[in-house]
């Protein structure tokens, strides 16, 4: 496990990364947190589609020097799935944000906790 | 018939395009264009059900012609098309028995967002159901759980915008998850696109390689999509979000969207991962153990409950539960009793959120059960519509819920060593739902002084609308519960078609 561990270190990054998000966006109290949280852990997973579409020595699929040898350059298709996973992760936390937003003025505070126990207050 | 094979393309993007188109129309106008689209989309889906029911076959479709990984592709075998009729006819019956309830409750000016999530919403389901790539079916998934978290957060109440941050929360948790897991198989594999990553699999089984990653990978995916499908023990959003959303919201929330992951990851299990490599994992016994946890746990949690929408909220834990026992159960008749669970919840618990609407209309807006004595007199077709979920739900024959039950303990038996457990449970399980929802029904046909409710708000009761949902979903009950036998040979058709 040792050996392999560290020739693949940026993987183990990813991994990182991905928890620490994972962890925030599970177990924050103040939402805009949780959405740090969400986009680290997404960020994460998008390094690691990177990492696996990268082959040193190779270029993005763009015909240079009229070189058109397949052995050149890179697959493109995990930087395309990067950057339509970007886009989803963006619209989901505009969604986040408005939604903290529209709490924010209804309660006057970021807390999740908090908002609950003035939502069951209301309530009684 | 080659045109046929253009339906689910048709479908998918017919209901996008009339989310762009509603977003320019007039409300009314919204309204019944939304209406017609879903009806196009569910007869369309029908005629797609009926041939390939008639021709046994299924076919994939090339998206502008361009092969994979260039383009995309969609499949579609019986079982897809049945399933595309049905989450439409059921979004249909739930968008037209709640639209009173939405015009008091929705401000006048969110009308038409409320139609554009609806026409996402479908749009997402039917693309979950045919996508043959497994990115589009993520990007799906995440657009699926922005128009779940719009739809419940259209009504702007401070409890609304809780539970729909909630749900969003326990969402994304099972998004990440789903995304890391399908980068690490195509990571492992190469591929995006369902049959080549289960050729890939099959290969990498056989020569013993990436065990380890395998398994972790495919125990990722199944968290991702068992958390968003509400499995227990990740409930925890389920009730707040299915009981204070707008009615039609809680209907098609509680009977379509946690369904198409489910349907997702039924095809994960045959299409992408192959069942044998599936069942290797062993992730089946802990569906079984969830499942039947979640069985017991959301009945006792919904008999204790004292609000008649969030009662029927925590049934969805306890059904979601009979769908993931049955995957546990793992046998080929196990599945298909989930697979029919999944029609007969469906159609059962929209019909069971509409009729409740009407009941606590007629008892002055209360979901408390004291305040809905006699509600059954007051208004009738709401009062027969629930007593026929009742019976659905908790087993009698001739309604949906009693065929899944008897399919459920067929494969029990059948199954090694899960005998015992099976039957135990499922029995210990209908006695529960007898308890809460016959409670239910001995309380709304129980007289009450009608005068006393007499200035209150009646507009349902004359609801011609209301009424004919109301008799559409119990005619769907009715036709699962009488005439199982074609639906169970379809099913039994489409998964034969899937591996």
New interface residues.
């Given amino acids: 496990m040792g050996p392999n561990l560290i020739s693949n270190y940026s993987e183990a990054a990813a991994m990182i990364l991905?928890v620490i998000?994972?962890s925030n966006?599970?177990l924050q109290q103040n939402?805009i947190k949780?959405i740090i949280g969400?986009n680290v852990?997404?960020s994460a997973?998008y390094l690691?589609?990177t990492l696996?579409g990268y082959i040193r020595g190779r270029v993005a699929p763009i015909i240079t020097d009229g070189v058109q040898s397949v052995e050149s350059y890179v697959n493109p298709?995990?930087a395309g799935?990067v950057l339509?996973?970007i886009v989803?992760s963006v619209?989901?936390s505009a969604?986040?944000l408005s939604?903290?937003v529209?709490?924010y003025k209804?309660?006057h505070t970021l807390n999740?906790d908090e908002?609950?126990t003035r939502?069951r207050r209301?309530e009684q | 018939m080659d045109f046929i094979r253009n339906f689910p393309f048709f479908s998918i993007m017919l209901s996008m395009f009339s989310g762009i188109v509603t977003s320019m129309l007039p409300k009314r106008a919204a309204k019944w264009l939304n209406a017609v689209m879903i009806s196009v989309v569910s007869v369309l889906s029908l005629i797609l059900m009926i041939y390939l029911n008639r021709t046994g076959g299924h076919f994939i479709y090339l998206m502008g012609h361009f092969p994979a990984p260039y383009g995309n592709e969609i499949r579609a075998g019986v079982l897809e098309a049945m399933m595309a009729a049905f989450f439409s006819v059921i979004m249909l019956l739930s968008v037209l028995g709640g639209h009173k309830k939405l015009d008091e409750e929705v401000d006048e000016d969110r009308h038409n967002l409320y139609y554009i999530l609806v026409d996402m919403m479908l749009s997402s389901l039917l693309a979950l159901v045919y996508t043959n790539d497994l990115f589009t079916a993520y990007v799906f998934v995440e657009i699926n759980t922005i128009s779940a978290c719009g739809m419940i957060m259209i009504r702007r109440t401070g409890k609304t915008y809780v539970a729909a941050v909630r749900y969003m929360i326990m969402s994304l948790v099972g998004s990440g998850l789903l995304l890391l897991g399908i980068s690490m198989l195509y990571d492992i594999t190469g591929h995006l696109l369902m049959s080549d990553i289960k050729r890939q699999i099959t290969l990498i089984a056989a020569s013993g390689r990436y065990h380890v990653p395998l398994q972790v990978t495919i125990t990722l995916i199944c968290v991702g999509l068992a958390i968003k499908s509400a499995l227990f023990p990740f409930h925890a959003w389920l009730p707040d979000a299915y009981g204070y959303s707008t009615i039609s919201s809680a209907a098609i929330l509680s009977s379509l969207v946690s369904k198409g992951y489910i349907f997702l990851l039924i095809k994960i299990i045959y299409r992408v991962v192959g069942y044998d490599a599936f069942y290797m994992t062993g992730i089946l016994n802990v569906f079984f153990v969830f499942g039947l946890t979640g069985m017991i746990t959301g009945s006792i949690r919904a008999i204790r409950e004292n609000d008649i929408r969030r009662m029927i909220a925590y049934s969805s834990i306890a059904q979601v539960g009979y769908i993931y026992m049955g995957f546990g159960l793992a046998n080929q008749i196990g599945m298909e009793a989930s697979i029919f669970q999944i029609l007969a919840h469906g159609a059962t618990k929209s019909l069971l959120f509409i009729a409740a609407i009407g009941l606590t209309d007629v008892s002055g807006f209360s979901r408390k059960f004291a305040d809905l004595t006699g509600a059954g007199y007051r208004n009738r077709i709401a009062g027969i519509g629930f007593l026929v979920g009742s019976l659905s739900m908790v087993g009698v024959p001739m309604f949906s819920g009693f065929i899944s039950k008897l399919l459920f303990a067929e494969a029990g038996i059948l199954s090694e060593g899960k005998a015992i457990p099976t039957l135990v449970v499922l029995a210990i399980s209908v006695i529960l739902n007898a308890i809460y929802f016959m409670k239910t029904c001995i309380r709304i046909y129980t007289p009450a002084n009608y005068m006393y409710y007499a200035s209150d708000n009646l507009q349902f009761r004359n609801e011609l609308l209301y009424g004919i949902t109301m008799i559409g979903f119990i005619a769907v009950n009715l036709i699962l519960g009488c005439l199982s036998q074609p639906f169970l040979d379809m099913i039994h058709a489409g998964l034969g078609t899937f591996s």
Avoid: A, H, N, Y
């Fill in positions: 991905f998000g994972f966006l599970l939402l949780k969400l852990m997404d997973v690691f589609l696996k298709i995990p799935l339509t996973g989803v619209s989901v969604l986040m939604l903290t529209q709490l209804r309660f999740l908002i609950s939502l209301e």
